[in-house]
């Protein structure tokens, strides 16, 4: 075969790597369960259950900027605390071994055997049944990218003797920093550096490349990797930003480790890492390959050592965003779950301060100079109200599975009853404004100004209430009465008012939401009284 050909050949098998990379991405991530982060979510409170999850994820993804983002998502989602979460990012890039792994054992006749499996599948129609159907593309994209990986080995082998090959194996092995950045540069194209090593193996396979080349390259392309993290969190900040750091810090860390064994074993003769390779396997692929598990693995101990100080140092350059720190709860720590008494009064502080964030609600339909001094968006308040009842309705199951034999769980239970009244109240709170902020001030009938006034005056003694204010607890009774014929005598009126079509329509949903609020302070009330005497 002539260059052109051998080329055309690497060309494809690249192609088809890259294809099957990304098939068998997508589709083992269907087969973990649709939505991934849904499913980890549901298995993060279980032993060691973020380091099997990492494991698992960089596994499907074999992409460190998926692990970290998807990560940072179930931190924001309060189902993984931030201590926790550094653990699933270290296994994750062990669990990024195993490409590395089935790449470097010869499984030519298992390849084709995919593939022909894969293609009776599609003529039997399997991968249009839903049941099949992932399991279909799933062996496809490993038959492929396993068949692009064979043609990339048989190209390099043809393309071995010509003169820009060797030109280029000679720049890359002609000093420690030139393959440190060549990984490094590589890694951050294709923001993986499990994928670096595996194009490597056929360099490594036919001996155009030594193992030390190989071991450094991988170094390089595993701060690649990090510094890739670094790109892609760049425009965020908060969680997402802290773990992005860790992640470049773990590696870069890991790698300067790794590279100092490597100088002093070639300067001194003691036998480390590369000697340590060559005992744990005899092929130069199994060598490279054990090269990539032992950096991840060492990845993982320097994490456990230092976890502590890399999320203080992330945390101080990253500092957490507003909606961040408007989503944290004041009073919860996992540690009082297991003391019922605590938790109770614990929950109590916290469900005060969602009753005392309601009013908020409704800022962005004052006028501004009768909102609140701390007012913010309501889509954010919104957003962190719901994450904050989250938590407690998360803090309220673990102290119940941490006390089985709890005699007075009917405390618990109540509590979960009020949140159950907050979470649909703060929903309909959020409908409410955003029915009003669809139709300009201008349009709205004047009512609807009375309705805002009102409303907001009933929250703010809700407020009170929640604080302990006897006066305010007989006053949200009396407010929040029963009034369904006077707002249907509104509800006629607006229907033959003067205003837009529009404001009209704005406004008659906004009784019917208005209602519905009042409907759930009431239920609330009397739990609220409750609460400030306990």
Same mark, same amino acid.
């Given at each position: 075969m002539n260059g052109g050909g051998v080329g055309v050949t690497a060309w494809a098998g690249l192609g088809l790597f890259f294809v099957g990379l990304r098939m068998l991405s997508t589709h083992l991530r269907q087969l973990g369960g649709g939505n991934l982060q849904t499913l980890m979510a549901s298995l993060l409170g279980r032993p060691l259950a973020p380091q099997l999850g990492g494991l698992v994820f960089g596994a499907l993804t074999q992409s460190t900027s998926a692990v970290t983002l998807m990560t940072s998502g179930l931190v924001l989602a309060g189902a993984l605390h931030l201590e926790r979460a550094l653990p699933m990012l270290a296994w994750a890039n062990v669990g990024t071994s195993a490409l590395v792994l089935l790449t470097a054992i010869n499984i030519h006749s298992l390849v084709l055997a995919m593939l022909g499996l894969a293609g009776l599948g599609f003529f039997l129609g399997f991968e249009q049944s839903k049941k099949y159907h992932h399991v279909v593309l799933t062996l496809l994209g490993l038959g492929l990218l396993l068949f692009g990986l064979i043609l990339l080995k048989s190209s390099v082998a043809a393309l071995g003797p010509e003169p820009w090959m060797r030109e280029f194996v000679e720049f890359t092995g002609s000093g420690v920093a030139i393959a440190l950045l060549a990984g490094f540069v590589i890694a951050v194209a294709v923001q993986s550096s499990s994928i670096v090593t595996v194009l490597a193996l056929p360099l490594v396979v036919e001996k155009l490349i030594s193992l030390d080349q190989t071991v450094i390259l991988i170094y390089g392309a595993s701060v690649g990797s990090g510094f890739a993290v670094l790109l892609v969190a760049s425009g965020m900040e908060g969680v997402a930003r802290q773990l992005s750091l860790c992640q470049a810090a773990l590696r870069t860390l890991t790698a300067l480790s790794l590279l100092l064994a490597f100088l002093l074993e070639k300067a001194t003769g003691v036998p480390l890492v590369l000697a340590l390779l060559r005992t744990l396997a005899e092929s130069p692929a199994g060598q490279c390959a054990m090269a990539y598990l032992i950096f991840q693995l060492l990845l993982v101990l320097i994490s456990s050592v230092c976890a502590s100080k890399l999320l203080v140092f992330a945390s101080r350059v990253a500092p957490p965003s507003v909606l961040e720190r408007l989503m944290k709860p004041h009073f919860l720590f996992d540690d009082a779950a297991a003391d019922p008494a605590t938790a109770l009064a614990l929950v109590g502080l916290e469900q005060r301060r969602l009753v005392g964030f309601l009013p908020d609600f409704l800022d962005d339909l004052l006028p501004a100079d009768e909102r609140s001094p701390t007012a913010i968006p309501a889509t954010l308040r919104a957003t962190a109200s719901v994450a904050i009842a989250a938590e407690i309705d998360r803090f309220l199951r673990a102290t119940l599975r941490l006390n089985p034999g709890l005699t007075d769980a009917e405390r618990i239970f109540a509590a979960r009853t009020q949140l159950e009244i907050l979470q649909p109240l703060q929903s309909a709170l959020q409908q409410f404004a955003e029915e009003l902020l669809l139709v300009p001030n201008s349009e709205r009938p004047v009512f609807t100004g009375y309705l805002i006034t009102g409303l907001h005056a009933i929250l703010m003694v809700a407020a009170d209430t929640a604080a302990g204010d006897p006066d305010a607890a007989?006053?949200?009774?009396? $407010? *929040?009465? &029963? @009034?369904?014929?006077?707002?249907? +005598?509104?509800?006629?009126?607006? %229907?033959?008012?003067?205003?837009?079509?529009?404001?009209?329509?704005?406004?008659?949903?906004?009784? $019917? *939401?208005? &209602? @519905?609020?009042?409907?759930?302070? +009431?239920?609330?009330?009397?739990? %609220?009284?409750?609460?400030?005497?306990?």
């Amino acid at each position: 075969m002539n260059g052109g050909g051998v080329g055309v050949t690497a060309w494809a098998g690249l192609g088809l790597f890259f294809v099957g990379l990304r098939m068998l991405s997508t589709h083992l991530r269907q087969l973990g369960g649709g939505n991934l982060q849904t499913l980890m979510a549901s298995l993060l409170g279980r032993p060691l259950a973020p380091q099997l999850g990492g494991l698992v994820f960089g596994a499907l993804t074999q992409s460190t900027s998926a692990v970290t983002l998807m990560t940072s998502g179930l931190v924001l989602a309060g189902a993984l605390h931030l201590e926790r979460a550094l653990p699933m990012l270290a296994w994750a890039n062990v669990g990024t071994s195993a490409l590395v792994l089935l790449t470097a054992i010869n499984i030519h006749s298992l390849v084709l055997a995919m593939l022909g499996l894969a293609g009776l599948g599609f003529f039997l129609g399997f991968e249009q049944s839903k049941k099949y159907h992932h399991v279909v593309l799933t062996l496809l994209g490993l038959g492929l990218l396993l068949f692009g990986l064979i043609l990339l080995k048989s190209s390099v082998a043809a393309l071995g003797p010509e003169p820009w090959m060797r030109e280029f194996v000679e720049f890359t092995g002609s000093g420690v920093a030139i393959a440190l950045l060549a990984g490094f540069v590589i890694a951050v194209a294709v923001q993986s550096s499990s994928i670096v090593t595996v194009l490597a193996l056929p360099l490594v396979v036919e001996k155009l490349i030594s193992l030390d080349q190989t071991v450094i390259l991988i170094y390089g392309a595993s701060v690649g990797s990090g510094f890739a993290v670094l790109l892609v969190a760049s425009g965020m900040e908060g969680v997402a930003r802290q773990l992005s750091l860790c992640q470049a810090a773990l590696r870069t860390l890991t790698a300067l480790s790794l590279l100092l064994a490597f100088l002093l074993e070639k300067a001194t003769g003691v036998p480390l890492v590369l000697a340590l390779l060559r005992t744990l396997a005899e092929s130069p692929a199994g060598q490279c390959a054990m090269a990539y598990l032992i950096f991840q693995l060492l990845l993982v101990l320097i994490s456990s050592v230092c976890a502590s100080k890399l999320l203080v140092f992330a945390s101080r350059v990253a500092p957490p965003s507003v909606l961040e720190r408007l989503m944290k709860p004041h009073f919860l720590f996992d540690d009082a779950a297991a003391d019922p008494a605590t938790a109770l009064a614990l929950v109590g502080l916290e469900q005060r301060r969602l009753v005392g964030f309601l009013p908020d609600f409704l800022d962005d339909l004052l006028p501004a100079d009768e909102r609140s001094p701390t007012a913010i968006p309501a889509t954010l308040r919104a957003t962190a109200s719901v994450a904050i009842a989250a938590e407690i309705d998360r803090f309220l199951r673990a102290t119940l599975r941490l006390n089985p034999g709890l005699t007075d769980a009917e405390r618990i239970f109540a509590a979960r009853t009020q949140l159950e009244i907050l979470q649909p109240l703060q929903s309909a709170l959020q409908q409410f404004a955003e029915e009003l902020l669809l139709v300009p001030n201008s349009e709205r009938p004047v009512f609807t100004g009375y309705l805002i006034t009102g409303l907001h005056a009933i929250l703010m003694v809700a407020a009170d209430t929640a604080a302990g204010d006897p006066d305010a607890a007989q006053t949200l009774n009396l $407010l *929040t009465h &029963e @009034r369904s014929a006077l707002m249907e +005598r509104v509800r006629e009126d607006l %229907l033959g008012g003067e205003s837009s079509v529009a404001g009209r329509e704005s406004a008659l949903s906004a009784t $019917l *939401t208005f &209602e @519905r609020i009042i409907w759930l302070l +009431r239920r609330l009330a009397p739990r %609220l009284s409750a609460a400030a005497v306990a």
